[in-house]
């Protein structure tokens, strides 16, 4: 059982709705030559959405950046003109979208699709 898959089980438990999956430490960027690195694998995330009937909003990558910032108070998601800050707001966009069609569609259950 993935860790998506067991994540999902005691979501459902605790009648958490479910908006969908992000592959967080998807990747990482060396910011040296612009390398990138799929250090824990890539795309389980997405084929664990696919599988399970849930969205994929979207991926975050690894890097210290996201932790320095936000911890000096500058959170890297307000940054649209990184590459952190767009994979932010790409999620952010898209949770948004499955958070706006539940409320126009005035369904209670907006786990799955």
Do not use: W
Not at 14 to 35: A, D, F, K, Q
Not at 74 to 88: C, E, N
């Amino acid at each position: 059982m993935t860790v998506a898959s067991k994540a999902i089980a005691m979501f459902q438990k605790l009648n958490v709705p479910i908006l969908g999956i992000v592959e967080n430490m998807s990747y990482y960027v060396c910011p040296e030559c612009g390398h990138r690195e799929e250090i824990f694998g890539h795309g389980g995330a997405r084929e664990a959405a696919h599988r399970l009937g849930f969205p994929f909003l979207g991926e975050i990558p690894l890097d210290p950046a996201i932790r320095i910032q936000s911890d000096s108070g500058k959170p890297v998601a307000l940054d649209d003109s990184t590459l952190y800050g767009k994979a932010f707001r790409e999620v952010a966009e898209a949770l948004a979208a499955r958070i706006s069609v539940a409320n126009y569609q005035g369904t209670e259950d907006i786990s799955i699709e």
